[in-house]
């Protein structure tokens, strides 16, 4: 199986701060990475997909990058509603697999 | 607009069975390849099954495989996840998934619509 390294586990930061998470895989992947957005009780949201394409609707302040088999996912200037828990997830092979998530936190 | 309603859920003993079930409305149900996904209570997010459009091939996880099976209706857009020998490590939120696969050469994957989830619970 592929395994998808996410860090940090947890992040604290203030409202308008430049927020970054990152996700490495164990193998090449190519792009084929995409980050969930999962707010408390409620169901995953998909923000960007193939490493670097934000989903129709999503705000441009997130956005994705790849080198190699890291990828990073930032969100440019941190919002109240952006605390959540993020996963980055691969399709490369099966079975698809997740990051263990980083929850976010406004400080 | 999509909607993913699963129910079924509940509180089982350990080896018992429970069938999930996932309504889906606002889209062609056929047209899409759609899985599983749980949630253990404070945990991350576990890959768990998929069936392709038509429901002849099936793939699942090592964890689930020869316990749980997946099927679908597409008469009745409904998605199923029959769960038996249940154990207290399958303890976990439930998740029906659409996955979208965009046209091309080189199509991209993802998981665009999901349910509100069904919790399933095992124990004694």
């Known amino acids: 199986d592929i395994q998808m390294t996410q860090s940090p586990s947890s992040l604290s930061a203030s409202v308008g701060d430049r927020v970054t998470i990152t996700c490495r895989a164990s193998q090449d992947i190519s792009k084929y990475l995409n980050w969930y957005q999962q707010r408390p009780g409620k169901a995953p949201k998909l923000l960007i997909y193939?490493?670097?394409n934000l989903e129709v609707g999503v705000p441009s302040r997130f956005s994705g990058r790849r080198s190699g088999t890291d990828f990073t996912f930032t969100i440019s200037s941190l919002q109240p509603e952006d605390i959540a828990t993020y996963y980055c997830?691969?399709?490369?092979?099966?079975?698809?697999?997740f990051g263990q998530g980083t929850k976010l936190e406004i400080k | 607009e999509v909607q993913l309603v699963e129910s079924g859920g509940g509180l089982v003993q350990p080896g018992g069975s429970l069938r999930l079930s996932c309504a889906a409305s606002?889209?062609?149900?056929?047209?899409?390849?759609m899985h599983w996904v749980r949630q253990a209570p404070g945990k991350g997010l576990v890959w768990v099954s998929r069936?392709?459009?038509?429901?002849?091939?099936?793939t699942y996880a090592d964890s689930v495989k020869g316990r749980l099976t997946i099927s679908r209706d597409n008469a009745k857009n409904t998605l199923y996840l029959q769960m038996s020998s249940l154990r207290a490590e399958d303890t976990a939120v439930y998740y029906c998934?659409?996955?979208?696969?965009?046209?091309?050469?080189?199509?991209?994957?993802?998981?665009?619509?999901w349910g509100q989830g069904t919790l399933v619970t095992v124990s004694s």
């Open positions: 193939d490493a670097s």
């Open positions: 997830q691969q399709y490369d092979d099966l079975p698809y697999t």
């Open positions: 069936i392709n459009n038509d429901g002849s091939t099936t």
């Open positions: 998934v659409r996955e979208h696969m965009t046209p091309g050469l080189d199509s991209s994957y993802y998981f665009d619509s």
């Open positions: 606002g889209f062609t149900f056929s047209d899409y390849w």
